[in-house]
């Protein structure tokens, strides 16, 4: 590739125009907090990250993308990553490798796109360092390599609690990524931390990253140590180690107690090349005495293997088992809170029926009442009517022969008339013609008055 034209610094050195900050370190080493840190201040992470789990309650700060490859890349190399053998080198020569290299230049591309201050952490990486930096330098970007360790006491604990891999066998997983990281990077731009340094003064492992590396963090500065220190919170850590407990402990493998010393020399008092010899002398050695228990670790994993497979699967009865409970406990709450709101159903209309009684009860009491007061009234009123009928009856009565004494004088005064009438009538009869019609008149009116 054609090389770019840099940029310099105040001091006049040359500045890459794309840098790659790589975080190697073995699993469960705080890999995940140092690219969460190197972020806020400035790096920039894959646009597919992996999602949080119990395990990572903040995330993983790593692209699912090269995950995937990653796994791919360990499997055509008949590897994995709790493999404590070495990479054999016929891999890095072989076609398969150029092929995952195209595949690894995609996936940067895809993403990081066009940053010029990348952050790209995996712990697989620890055993792929040429692989991966041939794979940046192809698409111009300077690897600049950031590698932190814990004490592999703290790793082999979150490790068996995690995946349930024995503690020594995780601590030859830890002596083989922390090996393979420090010779693949031995003479480049390096800078070593650890986790515990990070979590109690990440602002002096941040300035010495700067000054390791020759980079400059955008946003290392007094504004944002406050957020630095919400994400760097301390609940998070579940095992603490002293390291003590594993420099000159005889309980512990002599190369992993002194490679870790060596490694925590370097984080508080810089690089020492003295030590070179001593960890080529214990990487040699675990290189020659690995394939003599490779076998029975493998044998031994493949049972591990089996044997997460069955918890898999009573992980996957369970939370089956767990989902029909939690169902049956749903249906079982649905069915007592409407048991309740029958009873308070009920509750309130026997209170409501109660009250309607007890409503009817004093109506029909007062209608009883008025009852009463009416038949009593009634009863008086019969006495009077009675009093009033023989009343109207005496007085009908009287009526009565009122009446008949009436008739008897109207008989006796109709007769008188009559014969008033036929002796007018004679004397008419007698009289002029031109009487005739008065005479008539006085008749019809005389009728009329004895009849009425």
Known sequence: MKEQSKARNVTGEQIPQRTGLVVLGMHRSGTSA?????????????KTLMPATVDNEKGY??????????????????????????????????????????????AIEADFGVSRMLVLKDPR?????????????????DPRFVLTHRNPLEVAASIEKRDGINRHLSLLLWLRHVLDAEIQTRGQPRSFTSYSELMQNWGHIAKKIQSDL???LSRFSLNVADEVDAFLSSNLRHFVEKPDSVID????????GDTYAILERWVASGEDKADYSALDMIRQEFDRASPAFARALHATQERLDLLRAE?????????VHETVQADLEREVA?????????????????????????????????????????????????????????????????LRDQHRDTEAALEEERRRVERAETVIGEYLASTSWRMTRPVRELRLFLRRVLNW
């Not at 995950?67 to 499997?75: E, G, M, W």
């Not at 402990?249 to 992993?256: G, K, L, Q, T």
């Not at 918890?311 to 939370?319: F, G, H, T």
């Open 34 to 46: 140092l690219a969460g840190t190197l972020n806020i201040l400035g790096g920039d992470l894959p």
């Open 61 to 106: 700060f790593e692209s699912k993308k090269i995950y995937q490859l990653q796994k791919a890349i360990l499997h055509s190399a008949g590897s994995d990553w709790a493999d404590c053998l070495s990479i054999s080198p016929n891999w890095f020569a072989s076609s398969k490798a150029r092929e995952f290299h195209d595949q690894a230049v995609a």
């Open 125 to 141: 990486i620890c055993r792929f360092v040429p692989f991966w930096s041939g794979v940046l330098e192809e698409l111009g970007v």
């Open 214 to 216: 020759q980079v400059s």
């Open 249 to 256: 402990n005889p309980m512990v493998a002599s190369w992993v």
């Open 311 to 319: 918890r898999q699967s009573l992980q996957e009865a369970v939370v």
């Open 334 to 398: 649905h069915l007592q809170s409407q048991i309740v709101g029958a009873q308070e159903a009920l509750q309130q209309a026997q209170t409501h029926e109660a009250r309607q009684i007890k409503q009817r009860d004093e109506t029909l009491l007062s209608r009883c009442e008025e009852l009463a007061i009416l038949t009593q009234l009634l009863d008086k009123s019969e006495d009077s009517l009675e009093t009033e009928i023989q009343s109207h009856a005496k007085q009908m009565s009287r």
